[in-house]
């Protein structure tokens, strides 16, 4: 049994560092050169100091579970379910969260506060940033 | 002339089902007819018209009816409409209507939210037309490619960590679910919803959606329209009704996020709904809080402060506190669990009806004065505090 394709980003301005970056093995995030704060969803600007000097930065893709759920649900036909949805934080990048796949591991190994990596999973073009456990 | 006052002054609902044939125009002109003759007005008096989403092109299940369909077709002579997204969810379309009627632009306003998204299944080619789409953007890039597909997910990861921050149970939870199937058996609009009570086994065992969200803790798509009129304080003297005060509303949210927050905007608009007026919580006779999901009606208990953040759970145990004998009758119809999915105006429908003494079988005791009716989950949130004062 295979997983039908994820649904797939449409790359923009902004967003493409973030959804390509994985073919270099890098997790980016909008960063302002000015003020140093995280920007996410990126935007052209800074959210903080609204600095048009923005950039992708390669952060450090490691991360921790701040929640997550196990989701029982086929949102699509032939999607192998359970599988976990988790809300990562990403060290070294103060508030900003991502929503992912925790693979890798059974579904109940996963529990809050997990130290998590990133893995990217690609598909026609785009790398789409999971994690698996550090450990 | 500016009014300082807006009330809600007629309600109205077409029949609620699950694929029902009749068109959603015609639902949407049931629940009109019904409103104008509860508020004893006319459709040439009315000259608003306000709606939340706005008609739908891609998914018209969702919201098929416009209100400048409904201008067009009813022959509305309309000062001032409006259908939008993006504004502090479902019941800003009412809270829209209540700065129109203040401002003077309106003196009576309808404000609607048909949903189609039942019968919408059963004609795909109309109703959702633009739901196969070839890349996801906007949001839902954040949240799609990871089949975070529906806002059970995400309001699933925000329960989740409730339970584990604060220990609120599934047992607990239940009790939403619970309270809204039992309200909904004495609610004679909810019958092709909840034909049977739901029972705390059947609950415990029913399968899971997004853990700890199971089957009964999700709304069902439903058919139906709901209407509210809103009319000027100045131009109550037109109507034949018990009028009832919109004492405060509130619309606040600081990020607009699903997955970047600590808490969902219910937390900042229950706040700010007590900053407009002089009413406390302990005032309040009935609570009709949105309930998509079984998880938002503890956000906006806690957001709007009936306990402290974290006590959600607690506050619910057992369901007696919040039953129709209780100190808080939460979500007397039914809810949306229970009643089905209006999509946050039956809420405040329900409210109005609470305060007339008109529930029947679900009226809740005493001689009710003040209703909060909130709509909204994650960054969306609208409360409205109504008031026979």
């Given amino acids: 049994m295979s997983n039908p394709p994820r649904p797939k980003p449409r790359l923009e301005q902004e967003n493409t560092p973030f959804w390509t970056g994985g073919a270099e093995g890098k997790l980016n995030i909008t960063k302002c050169g000015d003020c140093g704060q995280y920007t996410h969803p990126p935007r052209v600007l800074c959210r903080h100091c609204l600095s048009e000097n923005v950039a992708p930065e390669a952060v450090a893709g490691t991360g ?7 989701n029982y649900q086929p949102w699509a036909k032939d999607l192998e379910v359970p599988y976990v949805i988790a809300r990562v934080s990403l060290d070294g990048v103060p508030g900003v969260f991502l929503t992912t796949n925790i693979v890798n591991c059974p579904v109940e190994d996963v529990n809050f506060g ?3 990596r990133v ?3 690609e598909q026609d073009g785009i790398f789409y940033p999971l994690f698996e456990k550090a450990n | 002339m500016a009014s300082k006052e807006a009330y809600i002054t007629g309600i109205g609902q077409s029949e609620v089902g699950v694929r029902l044939p009749r068109h959603p125009m015609l639902l949407t002109l049931d629940a009109v007819r019904e409103a104008l003759d509860d508020a004893g007005l006319t459709l040439d008096q009315i000259d608003g018209v306000f709606t939340f989403p706005g008609k739908s092109p891609g998914y018209l299940a969702f919201s098929p009816i416009g209100a400048d369909d409904l201008i067009d077709t ?10 939008a997204m993006e504004q502090p969810a479902q019941l800003s379309a009412i809270g829209m209507a209540a700065m129109a009627v203040k401002q003077g632009l309106c003196r009576h306003v309808i404000c609607f939210r048909t949903v189609y998204e039942a019968g919408g299944m059963t004609n795909p080619e109309v109703y959702m037309s633009g739901m196969k789409q070839p890349t996801v953007s906007g949001a839902s890039q954040w949240t799609s490619p990871f089949w ?11 329960a989740s960590r409730h339970m584990h921050e604060y220990g609120m149970t599934r047992e607990q939870l239940a009790q939403i679910a619970l309270n809204g199937s039992r309200n909904a058996m004495k609610n004679p609009r909810a019958r092709a919803i909840t034909k049977e009570e739901l029972t705390f086994d059947k609950y415990m065992s029913a399968r899971l959606i997004s853990t700890p969200l199971c089957l009964y803790d999700c709304d069902r798509f439903s ?17 034949k009704c018990e009028p009832v005060r919109i004492a405060s509303m509130a619309g606040s949210v600081d990020r607009y996020s699903w997955d970047q927050v600590d808490w969902f905007a219910a937390y900042e608009t229950g706040q700010d709904l007590w900053k407009h007026t002089d009413y406390t919580t302990a005032d309040v006779d009935t609570a ?3 309930d998509g999901f079984a998880f938002l009606p503890i956000t906006w208990l806690e957001g709007l402060g009936f306990c402290e953040k974290g006590e959600g759970g607690k506050f619910i145990e057992g369901g007696s506190r919040i039953a129709i004998d209780g100190e808080l009758p939460l979500n007397t119809n039914g809810g949306q669990l229970g009643a089905g999915r209006l999509h946050g105006f039956g809420f405040a429908h329900e409210a109005v009806t609470q305060l007339r003494g008109l529930g029947g079988e679900r009226q809740i005791p005493g001689d009710p004065k003040v209703a909060v009716a909130t709509s909204g989950g994650g960054p969306m949130a609208a409360a409205l505090l109504l008031a026979k004062d």
Avoid: N, P, R
């Fill in chain 1, 119 to 121: 893995t990217f999973e």
């Fill in chain 1, 114 to 116: 997990d130290a998590v």
């Fill in chain 2, 148 to 158: 975070a597909t529906s806002a059970a997910c995400w309001v699933a990861q925000y």
């Fill in chain 1, 64 to 70: 921790v579970v701040e929640t997550f759920t196990i």
């Fill in chain 2, 223 to 239: 058919d139906a329209s709901t209407v509210i009129i809103v009319s000027a304080g100045d131009a109550l003297d037109e109507v």
């Fill in chain 2, 288 to 290: 009709q809080f949105y």
């Fill in chain 2, 74 to 83: 009813l022959g509305i002579d309309a000062k001032w409409h409006m259908g």
